[in-house]
């Protein structure tokens, strides 16, 4: 039995718990309950400083805990996907390349030992560098065909810094004679690739308006498409990347379609196949294939045993040149579970985030006969959850609930009589939308109604991010998808959401202080040593660095002048770190209105729990996610269809309730809101469902049901026995 005595990690309190070896354990509650602060930052934390320190490693993050006992070697397999390298894939993460290369190398006796090296430059695809992808301008993402050329119609100049674009524009047409009144679908072909293709030698003097400044300069015009087109052919100078990002759309690359290895690496073969064709496979393609190997080795076993993992894990769709920046957070963490049950140990640890996440309540039963085959192993599994179908198949409960122990079977009722009664409304207008050659979407054209709420559903791989990511960037769309989020290591929630210089005005306009006052990253307020971080980072053996907090403001960031200040009896520290929701209840920012509304905001999406001084690297992927929400949710949405990947991920069931009544206030602002979901119980709040599949990958890419959740029966829907 694993113990641990007395937590006050984050907001537990005094929280004591025992864990039986060699069965699953969930650990439930709602947001802010202290799921994660038990269960990673304690005990994953703990393990993890142990085989740190027979290592010689200083332990990076200590736990609040009086006293532990009998704690096995951890590993951690959590929702977050934080690699970004385009480069990674899942090849090389499961480390297929070494256990395809000595297959390769005794079926052609003359191959080099590097051959199946991605990173090696003289195996990459010339066409696209070894990345599998070129970049494309977007011609939906750069021009309105249809708005008149007075009325600012290219989207990429609209968006540029620079405002010479448009009375360049002016002199231009008005040298060629082209009317100004018509738009780029009005006007003659010769006109139109003039406009978006076009280059011109000649330079034209604008006057143009620049930090409230007037300029005149002499410039050559280029074709709005021509100068995104020039922006990719280039992107190693730098800014070329940033001007194009938004103007662009990823398409596999012609050459290698998606390989990445050089053309002339096709001559090697293994068992009829080459090594483009395996490459360009899906899991479910190359299981029968690696299963006809004559071969019964070490190499073939271990390809075998892992190649059926990915395939029951329910990505069986991905390809193995598919990159890991791609992959949601719950397919990463499914692609880490595959790995661990191909490996050979034993009597593990296993902390879990939210496995359910990302799944179709279709794939449930596969995951879950996973989780148990690792149990049967003599492993102990502890898992954060918030699906019931997942809890119930636990052999024990921790249930908390404000950072506290509480009974589990009552827990449980209460979720179970949790109902939404929302009433439905009919749509108003509706978009309509045309999309091909993404990804498994061979082509689709959808009538997407809008004024109400969608639920966009369908099994993993099915299309439905693909789907978004297509029309995402065009005109009147704007996408919420599941990315990390991006900010330095200082990032915290109150940053992020750009609450900061809100609080610093009202807390100086309060106290009688200058301005910036209580900003941490202004030289002047910081604390000296840590420069504003809360901790030090120093170096250890092995290259490790670690972090330690600050010995000098311990942790609070401020110099001791600005902790000085006190409003209500509280310093600005203290404010920083109580939670949302504490800080509505007292009405510390009751006279600002914009402040006020924005933690009301946070409480009503499930994020209450989190102080404003959360480090953004800190959070979940669901509190990532709704943190994201709030960050673009902007006061004038009535032109823009809001598309949101998967809001109620790590949500139970009274907090999703909440945010299903976010998402109706949303709406009255909104033009629709389509939500990406796998969440049932949300699934049958929304208006109207557009469900993908039949399946995943090459068996999906199509739209299988679109209407009322009501009329599933009878058509093709997957969902439908679920409802």
Not at 331 to 346: G, M, N, Y
Not at 558 to 581: G, Q
């Amino acid at each position: 039995m694993l113990t641990l005595r007395s937590i006050e990690t984050n907001n537990l309190k005094s929280v004591d718990v025992s864990i039986p070896y060699g069965q699953i354990t969930a650990v439930v509650g709602g947001s802010g309950a202290g799921k994660t602060s038990l269960a990673f930052h304690t005990l994953y934390a703990l393990c993890k400083n142990e085989l740190d320190t027979i290592s010689g490693i200083p332990a990076s993050h200590r736990p609040k805990v009086r006293d532990y006992a009998n704690l096995l070697p951890a590993i951690g397999l959590k929702q977050k996907n934080a690699n970004v390298n385009p480069r990674s894939s899942v090849f090389t993460y499961l480390g297929l390349d070494k256990l395809f290369l000595p297959l390769f190398l005794q079926a052609n006796p003359d191959i080099k030992r590097n051959i199946l090296a991605q990173n090696n430059p003289a195996n990459h695809c010339p066409a696209c560098e070894g990345l599998g992808v070129v970049y494309r301008p977007d011609p939906a993402r750069i021009v309105d065909l249809h708005k008149p050329l007075a009325d600012k119609p290219f989207l990429s100049w609209n968006n540029f810094l620079s405002n010479h674009y448009y009375p360049l524009l002016e002199a231009f047409c008005g040298a060629r004679s082209i009317d100004m009144g018509k738009s780029l679908s009005q006007l003659p072909s010769q006109q139109q690739e003039l406009l978006l293709h076009g280059a011109d030698d000649k330079q034209f003097q604008v006057k143009y308006k620049q930090k409230n400044r007037y300029r005149q300069k002499w410039f050559p015009f280029v074709g709005a498409i021509r100068e995104i087109q020039e922006c990719c052919d280039n992107l190693q100078v730098p800014g070329n990347r940033q001007k194009a990002k938004s103007y662009i759309s990823e398409q596999v690359c012609p050459k290698c379609h998606g390989a990445r290895f050089a053309e002339y690496l096709s001559e090697y073969t293994l068992n009829g196949m080459t090594i483009h064709d395996i490459l360009l496979s899906s899991f479910d393609a190359l299981f029968p294939f690696i299963q006809s190997i004559p071969a019964r080795e070490f190499a073939v076993n271990k390809l075998t045993a892992l190649v059926a993992n990915v395939v029951r894990n329910n990505l069986g769709y991905l390809a193995l040149m598919r990159s890991i920046p791609s992959l949601s957070g719950g397919e990463f963490q499914r692609l880490q579970l595959a790995s661990v049950l191909s490996s050979d140990f034993t009597n593990l640890l296993y902390v879990i985030d939210e496995v359910s996440s990302s799944l179709h309540v279709a794939e449930y039963p596969d995951v879950i006969s996973q989780l148990k085959a690792l149990r049967e192993r003599n492993s102990t599994l502890v898992m954060v959850e918030h699906e019931l179908e997942f809890i119930e198949k636990a052999d024990n409960l921790i249930a908390l609930e404000d950072g506290r122990v509480i009974d589990s079977t009552d827990w449980l009722q209460r979720q179970r009589e949790v109902s939404v009664d929302r009433i439905k409304v009919e749509p108003r207008g509706a978009m309509e939308f045309t999309v091909h050659d993404v990804h498994n979407i061979r082509h689709l054209d959808v009538t997407i109604p809008m004024g109400c709420l969608i639920g966009c559903c369908g099994v993993s791989g099915s299309g439905k991010s693909s789907f978004a990511e297509a029309i995402s960037g065009r005109s009147g769309v704007e996408y919420i998808s599941q990315g990390t989020i991006q900010g330095n290591s200082n990032s915290t929630v109150a940053t992020y959401l750009k609450l900061m210089q809100p609080i610093d005005s009202f807390l100086c306009k309060a106290l009688g202080a200058p301005l910036k006052t209580f900003l941490f990253n202004n030289s002047a307020s910081q604390c000296p040593v840590c420069e504003g971080k809360g901790y030090v980072e120093q170096e250890a053996s092995f290259g490790h660095a670690f972090r330690s907090v600050c010995e000098a403001c311990e942790g609070r960031r401020y110099s001791p002048e600005v902790l000085a200040y006190r409003f209500n009896s509280l310093s600005v520290h203290d404010i920083l770190t109580m939670t949302v929701a504490d800080l509505s209840a007292a009405g510390v920012f009751a006279e600002s209105r914009k402040i006020a509304a924005k933690l009301e905001d946070m409480i009503s999406i499930g994020l209450g729990h989190l102080s404003l001084f959360r480090a953004t690297s800190e959070l979940s992927g669901g509190e990532a996610q709704r943190i994201k929400l709030l960050s673009r949710v902007k006061a004038n949405l009535k032109n823009t269809f809001l598309i949101i990947d998967e809001p109620a991920n790590g949500l139970e069931r009274h907090d999703t309730k909440r945010l299903i009544g976010f998402l109706d206030r949303l709406l009255t602002k909104a033009k629709g809101i389509m939500v990406i979901e796998h969440n049932l119980f949300l699934l049958k709040s929304m208006d109207y469902i557009l469900e993908f599949g039949p399946r995943g990958g090459d068996n999906g890419g199509d739209i299988i049901f679109q209407g009322r959740i009501e009329d599933m029966d009878g058509s093709e829907s997957v969902l439908k026995i679920f409802v």
